[in-house]
């Protein structure tokens, strides 16, 4: 299904709501906006395998255009708007982008995008940007008539480039027509969640990244009601669960721990009752960090663990998050084979890298056979990963300890930061950290924790030798941190991962 089966169906029912600006778009314009967006597609010549991107902010009109694309057979990229302008033009380029919608407030972003040869149109909303049509001009001389092909296309985004250049994860295209069938993530994660034609979803996060646009695409793909925040703020989002009765919504770990430290007051000022599944992802979840979201919540906490590549994913509930704390589930795309440096699979409890196989290679990273076999096991093919770094239990559950590139080698011993964040995240002074290693003569790298302050806390070497003690109480002596620095801020996506390129850059 897909918004113009619910424009007969419910065609007066909110499909998006846009609390900020007080917008809402029912289920009979979303479908012909979206109709009028593949006409105008259509009509510049684009045929189903080519590609348009979006440089934008959380904006109901994202939906109109993504709707658009997927009607049509095309590819839409999503391009994280906070990135400067090469950045941007480095991946319209590499997409292969034809058309090139923006919002106005992202003009710097796309600010050199005539430079990038194979964008032949460029439209915008929200005001002016030179060079730019005006998007409601566009769609308004665009047909409205009922499309009689809809081939359907699917979204194709880049990884968050913290690591290096951002890569394209390229997925084949369905080979039919929307409405069909259900697509492929609507498949697994409607019925596993409940999202159906009651659904009330709260989506806090930025629609460029990967499990923002594809629920928000699915809520609209089932007939429930989006509503989409601009932007993260831990008091709007319970106030917005309490007014719209939200039933589901999907969360970042940084968000539980920002609910989390709200005064107490504010917190329990919402009423949270009327939600069923809160569903989290994107990094891994310090357990004490769950167990309480689980006791504030209730059972609703439910838990993935996957990939904007979609090499495998793993599940798990509240219940079993309690029993085997730190766990992010059992796979539910084929078995999870845990390998070493040379490539042999590791026995159960041993830590190394992250292999789901599949029946065959699940993905491709766009102009880089390299880095797609890269992502391959070397002797098996089918044996997709994303880099990330944990263990198997004996019955078969996830541990994640960490990304391979985050791994630091102090003295010949790797130690993964993520456990000592997990630990140091539970102290009341704690507002964020992350940790890093840092050149060391003698080691090679040392454990260092920079850490930003709640609110009435002061740096000091005492506070420091508090933190590093509070660590060594619960982690091994040396997989603590040996130093800490006391930061502003910590460089953090919308999503709420740590760039840790940048942090490190402080200090090598």
């Known amino acids: 299904m897909f918004p113009g089966t619910f424009a007969a169906t419910t065609p007066d029912k909110p499909a998006v709501i846009r609390p900020a600006t007080g917008e809402s778009i ?22 189903p395998g080519d590609h348009l991107a979006v440089v934008a902010t959380n904006d109901i009109k994202v939906l109109e255009v993504y709707w658009g694309a997927l009607r049509s057979g095309l590819y839409i990229t999503a391009v994280n708007h906070h990135l400067t302008a090469d950045e941007v033009n480095y991946i319209l380029d590499d997409c292969g982008a034809k058309v090139l919608f923006a919002s106005a407030d992202c003009a710097a972003a796309v600010s050199k995008s005539d430079e990038v040869a194979g964008i032949d149109h460029r439209v915008a909303w929200g005001g002016p940007i030179p060079g730019f049509e005006d998007y409601d001009q566009v769609m308004a001389s665009a047909s409205n008539a009922p499309l009689t092909d809809q081939p359907r296309g699917v979204d194709m985004l880049y990884s968050s480039g913290t690591t290096g250049r951002p890569k394209g994860i390229k997925l084949e295209l ?51 009601t989006l509503v989409m925040m601009d932007h993260f703020d831990a008091e709007q989002a319970l106030a917005l669960i309490d007014e719209y009765r939200v039933t589901h919504s999907q969360w970042v770990p940084t968000m539980f721990i920002r609910m989390l430290k709200l005064p107490k007051d504010i917190r329990y000022k919402y009423d949270v009752s009327s939600m069923k599944c809160a569903i989290h992802a994107a990094a891994p979840c310090p357990a004490e960090v769950k167990r309480q979201m ?61 292999y789901f196989e599949r029946e065959e290679m699940p993905f491709a990273y766009h102009n880089d056979p390299g880095k797609t076999a890269a992502a391959q096991h070397p002797e098996h093919a089918n044996w997709a990963t994303t880099g990330d770094v944990g263990y198997l239990d004996d019955d078969g559950y996830l541990y994640l300890t960490d990304r391979k590139s985050f791994m630091i080698i102090s003295g010949g011993v790797n130690i993964y930061p993520q456990e000592a964040e997990n630990v140091l995240i539970g102290h009341p002074a704690v507002y964020d950290v992350g940790v890093i290693g840092v050149p060391d003569e003698e080691l090679g790298e040392q454990v260092k924790a920079c850490v930003q302050l709640e609110p009435g806390f002061e740096a000091s070497d005492e506070l420091a030798a508090e933190l590093i003690d509070f660590t060594r109480e619960r982690l091994a002596h040396y997989k603590a941190p040996k130093s800490v620095d006391f930061v502003d801020d910590l460089p953090r996506t919308p999503t709420g991962k740590l760039v840790k390129g940048k942090l490190r850059t402080r200090y090598w």
Do not use: K
């Open 26 to 47: 029912t289920y009979a314009q979303l479908d012909e906006r979206s109709t009028r967006a593949a006409h105008y597609l259509r009509g510049l010549g684009l045929v």
């Open 294 to 354: 689980i006791e504030w919540w209730g059972p609703v906490i439910q838990e993935y663990y996957a990939s904007t590549e979609s090499a495998g994913a793993t599940f798990i509930s509240a219940a079993e998050a309690l029993e085997r704390p730190g766990s992010v589930g059992r796979s539910a795309m084929g078995p999870i084979r845990i390998c070493g440096d040379d490539g042999a699979e590791l026995p159960v409890g041993e830590t190394g890298t992250i």
């Open 174 to 224: 369905p080979g039919m027509q929307i409405g069909e069938e259900p697509d492929r993530f609507t498949a697994i994660f409607a019925p596993l969640y409940g999202f159906d034609a009651d659904t009330v979803y709260l989506s806090p996060a930025p629609l460029y990244h990967a499990a923002p646009l594809r629920y928000c695409g699915m809520v609209n793909s089932v007939g429930g």
